[in-house]
Structure formats: structure tokens, C-alpha cells
């Protein structure tokens, strides 16, 4: 990963007005076959008056979600199947695609090539004729935001001409659900995102501000598309220990804000995603989903009432949560391998590896714990849940939970 070396603020590279009041639309899709993904997308861009010939020549970089380096049948990134559609939409169209992302793990090309393989990028950048990002560089940008003057983005994001936001529809045990907005957060390249975790570690509220600002700064700076894979979601212990769940919608819109608006209700977690309030008390978004311009289907349609949400805890939402109250990671370990990878990924170094009993298990020191619950998103065996008080657990199992 390579330093930025100055401050620099983003040439503008848009074509279209912002819209903060962009319709968003909503499509019945129950498959991962890339072409009749394609014709979705094509439909639903002459629908709402996109052209995609509108960027011949320009670099258009496509962002997924690609957390972890799971296979796409995990549900926990972004389907190939979508991103080959969309990279085949503006490869035909005459514009230099490339498909870019930093995981939440470091960031090198000996990281990004298996991350591409395994989450099924190399076949889609194959198929599609775009290319995949190995450039590990990133500026250092000055924006004017709540939480943050300066934001640390991966160069190829700094250098498109327009971003096309392919995020994976989840809950997410910090942010009740990741979606547009939260996907860009991968903007940030590789453990830099864990010293922003540390920065903000007690004022969740500034931590997601700051993913707000981060994602207006880029949606002000460049032509800004949002793509959603809502075909096959996840719930429970996301954003990547949770189940795969069929809700068979996918969302575009222009505003991802106001297309998180749209997936919140769609999930049944309207007043429980942090990042909405902040985007509507700030005027980027909807209050609700009744306020929203819809493009296609209609949200009661498609929507799915009954997604379990990430954390069992019915607070877990609120502002100010006393400490003895917030939900914690805990770890099984019975699944534990004792890799060492949360030690690493871990912030403010709260976790370590020690002998018990014989076996070798990794404890958390919950004095030190900021709860920004990355060993639980980065654990690739699942051995990480967010665990609140017991009488959270058994209020969730009873059916009384949020």
C-alpha cells in the first residue's frame, strides 16, 4: 500500500446535476445469470434516462462488495453474475471499465489476486472484457465533512470519471445494514479502515458520519451510479457469518442514499440503519420509504418482513447506549482455528491468542474492546456472533426482538 504524499482535492467529473431526490429503481430478479441480469440493468437505465453511451471513452470504475474472500455462494459479497452484467453494459458502450476494491483486510496485490479469484472478479472481468485494479495507491482528499476533514481513497476511485456503487444487500451487526452508502466505506484502502474504527471508537455516531461524508465526497465529485444485490441477500451474523436469504430484488438509482432508503424497508429494518437518519437529517435522502420516487416494482412487493437482524440486541439501534448495555463479539470455540487473524485485524490489539485447557483460543479482552465487531465481519470460519445481554438472546428467540 502506497502513501499519498500531499492533500488534494478531487476534480469534479460529473456530467449529470446531483439529485437528492433521485428515483430509485426496483426489479424483480430470482437468478444470477448475467445475461438476463443485463437486460434488467438496460431496461431499468432507459427507464430512468440513462444512456450509458454517455460515458464512451471515460474511466468507469465499478466498486463491489467484497468483504471477504468467500465464494459467491456465501452471500457475504457481491454476486460475479451482476458485475459481469454491469461491466458488459459499459465495456459495449465504449468506456474503460475497471472493477476496483480494497477488502477489509490489507491491501496488496498478493491480497487483491486470490480476493478477485475466489469472489468470482477474475471470471467476471474475463467475460465482460473490464479490467481488475492491482494499483494499491491512494491520495490523501481534503473534504469539508462532519466527521472528517480528510479522506484516504484508493486511487483508482480518485481517477474515475464516474463510480458505479455494486454493493450486496446485508444486514451488518455495527450498522443494522450495509447496503449503497456503507459500501463505500471500502473506498478506504485496506487497515486504514481499522484506524478509523479506533478514531471514532467512542462516538459511534462520528464513525458513521464519516462513512457519510466519505460517500457524499465521492458522489459529489463523479457521475454516480448505485447498484444493488438484493437476488440473494443475508441476515442474521452479517455482514459475513450470516445466512443467505432469497429476497430476488435488485435496486438502481442514481442517489445512494436515497436507494438505502428503499433496502431498509425492503428488509424490514426501517429505524434501525444510523447511516439513513444521518443521510435524511442532512437532506441527502427520504425520511422513509412513502417519500421515495419509485422506478418498477413497489417496495410492499418485494418486500421481505421477516430478515433476522445482525445483532440480537433491541437497543442495538439507539444513540448513547450505555457501555453495560452494547452489544459485544463473542467468540465459539468450537469453530475457533485459532489462525490469528483477528489479532491481527483488531483495532486497539483487544484480542490475543493464549493456551487453555491444552488448545490454543482466542479471547478478547472486553475492557479494551471498542465494538466495532471487525474480527466478527473478517472471521472466516464463523466462530465470531454479536452476543448481547442473555435477555436480549431470549427476547430475540421468543419473536419479541427488533
Same mark, same amino acid.
Given at each position: 500500500?502506497?502513501?499519498?504524499?500531499?492533500?488534494?482535492? @478531487?476534480?469534479?467529473?460529473?456530467?449529470?446535476?446531483?439529485?437528492?431526490?433521485?428515483?430509485?429503481?426496483?426489479?424483480?430478479?430470482?437468478?444470477?445469470?448475467?445475461g438476463l441480469i443485463e437486460d434488467v440493468l438496460r431496461r431499468r437505465l432507459d427507464a430512468l434516462g440513462f444512456d450509458p453511451r454517455s460515458q464512451a471513452g471515460r474511466r468507469v470504475v465499478v466498486k463491489p462488495n467484497l468483504l471477504i474472500r468467500y465464494a459467491p455462494d456465501k452471500a457475504a459479497t457481491t454476486h460475479p453474475a451482476l458485475i459481469e452484467a454491469v461491466c458488459r453494459i459499459f465495456v459495449s458502450a465504449g468506456a474503460d471499465v475497471m472493477i476496483a476494491e480494497s477488502n477489509g483486510g490489507g491491501y496488496s496485490e498478493g491480497i487483491l489476486r486470490p480476493l478477485y479469484r475466489v469472489c468470482g472478479m477474475e471470471?467476471?472481468?474475463?467475460?465482460?472484457?473490464?479490467?481488475?485494479?492491482?494499483?494499491?495507491?491512494?491520495?490523501? +482528499?481534503?473534504?469539508?465533512? +462532519?466527521?472528517?476533514?480528510?479522506?484516504?481513497?484508493?486511487?483508482?476511485?480518485?481517477?474515475?470519471?464516474?463510480?458505479?456503487?455494486?454493493?450486496?444487500?446485508?444486514?451488518?451487526?455495527?450498522?443494522?445494514?450495509?447496503?449503497?452508502?456503507?459500501?463505500?466505506?471500502?473506498?478506504?484502502?485496506? +487497515?486504514?479502515?481499522?484506524?478509523?474504527?479506533?478514531?471514532?471508537?467512542?462516538?459511534?455516531?462520528?464513525?458513521?458520519?464519516?462513512?457519510?461524508? @466519505?460517500?457524499?465526497?465521492?458522489?459529489?465529485?463523479?457521475?454516480?451510479?448505485?447498484?444493488?444485490?438484493?437476488?440473494?441477500?443475508?441476515?442474521?451474523?452479517?455482514?459475513?457469518?450470516?445466512?443467505?436469504?432469497?429476497?430476488?430484488? @435488485?435496486?438502481?438509482?442514481?442517489?445512494?442514499?436515497?436507494?438505502?432508503?428503499?433496502?431498509?424497508?425492503?428488509?424490514?429494518?426501517?429505524?434501525? +440503519?444510523?447511516?439513513?437518519?444521518?443521510?435524511?437529517?442532512?437532506?441527502?435522502?427520504?425520511?422513509?420509504?412513502?417519500?421515495?420516487?419509485?422506478?418498477?416494482?413497489?417496495?410492499?412487493?418485494?418486500?421481505?418482513?421477516?430478515?433476522?437482524?445482525?445483532?440480537?440486541?433491541? @437497543?442495538?439501534?439507539?444513540?448513547?447506549?450505555?457501555?453495560?448495555?452494547?452489544?459485544?463479539?463473542?467468540?465459539?470455540?468450537?469453530?475457533?482455528?485459532?489462525?490469528?487473524?483477528?489479532?491481527?485485524?483488531?483495532?486497539?490489539?483487544?484480542?490475543?491468542?493464549?493456551?487453555?485447557?491444552?488448545?490454543?483460543?482466542?479471547?478478547?479482552?472486553?475492557?479494551?474492546?471498542?465494538?466495532?465487531?471487525?474480527?466478527?465481519?473478517?472471521?472466516?470460519?464463523?466462530?465470531?456472533?454479536?452476543?448481547?445481554?442473555?435477555?436480549?438472546?431470549?427476547?430475540?428467540?421468543?419473536?419479541?426482538?427488533?
Amino acid at each position: 500500500m502506497t502513501d499519498s504524499q500531499n492533500n488534494s482535492v @478531487l476534480p469534479v467529473a460529473r456530467r449529470t446535476e446531483i439529485n437528492d431526490r433521485a428515483a430509485v429503481g426496483i426489479d424483480f430478479a430470482e437468478s444470477y445469470d448475467a445475461g438476463l441480469i443485463e437486460d434488467v440493468l438496460r431496461r431499468r437505465l432507459d427507464a430512468l434516462g440513462f444512456d450509458p453511451r454517455s460515458q464512451a471513452g471515460r474511466r468507469v470504475v465499478v466498486k463491489p462488495n467484497l468483504l471477504i474472500r468467500y465464494a459467491p455462494d456465501k452471500a457475504a459479497t457481491t454476486h460475479p453474475a451482476l458485475i459481469e452484467a454491469v461491466c458488459r453494459i459499459f465495456v459495449s458502450a465504449g468506456a474503460d471499465v475497471m472493477i476496483a476494491e480494497s477488502n477489509g483486510g490489507g491491501y496488496s496485490e498478493g491480497i487483491l489476486r486470490p480476493l478477485y479469484r475466489v469472489c468470482g472478479m477474475e471470471a467476471a472481468a474475463e467475460n465482460s472484457g473490464a479490467k481488475l485494479n492491482y494499483d494499491t495507491s491512494f491520495r490523501t +482528499v481534503s473534504y469539508d465533512g +462532519v466527521a472528517s476533514k480528510t479522506f484516504d481513497i484508493l486511487e483508482p476511485l480518485c481517477a474515475a470519471d464516474m463510480i458505479i456503487d455494486c454493493c450486496k444487500l446485508k444486514t451488518h451487526a455495527l450498522a443494522g445494514m450495509t447496503a449503497g452508502v456503507k459500501n463505500m466505506f471500502g473506498a478506504v484502502p485496506g +487497515v486504514k479502515k481499522f484506524e478509523t474504527h479506533a478514531r471514532y471508537n467512542h462516538d459511534l455516531r462520528m464513525f458513521f458520519s464519516f462513512i457519510t461524508d @466519505l460517500c457524499r465526497l465521492l458522489y459529489e465529485a463523479k457521475d454516480f451510479l448505485c447498484i444493488t444485490d438484493g437476488i440473494e441477500g443475508m441476515e442474521g451474523n452479517g455482514p459475513s457469518a450470516g445466512t443467505p436469504r432469497k429476497m430476488n430484488v @435488485l435496486l438502481t438509482s442514481f442517489s445512494p442514499f436515497q436507494s438505502d432508503v428503499a433496502a431498509a424497508t425492503l428488509m424490514g429494518l426501517e429505524g434501525q +440503519v444510523p447511516i439513513n437518519e444521518l443521510s435524511y437529517e442532512r437532506g441527502y435522502a427520504a425520511h422513509n420509504s412513502s417519500e421515495l420516487v419509485i422506478s418498477g416494482e413497489s417496495i410492499e412487493k418485494l418486500r421481505v418482513s421477516d430478515v433476522r437482524p445482525a445483532s440480537p440486541n433491541p @437497543l442495538a439501534p439507539l444513540r448513547n447506549i450505555p457501555e453495560v448495555l452494547r452489544s459485544r463479539p463473542k467468540i465459539d470455540h468450537s469453530l475457533c482455528r485459532a489462525c490469528g487473524e483477528c489479532v491481527s485485524y483488531c483495532p486497539v490489539k483487544a484480542i490475543k491468542l493464549e493456551e487453555k485447557r491444552g488448545k490454543t483460543i482466542a479471547s478478547i479482552d472486553t475492557k479494551k474492546c471498542i465494538r466495532c465487531f471487525c474480527c466478527q465481519e473478517l472471521c472466516t470460519f464463523k466462530a465470531i456472533s454479536v452476543s448481547g445481554l442473555p435477555i436480549f438472546d431470549i427476547v430475540n428467540r421468543l419473536g419479541f426482538g427488533i
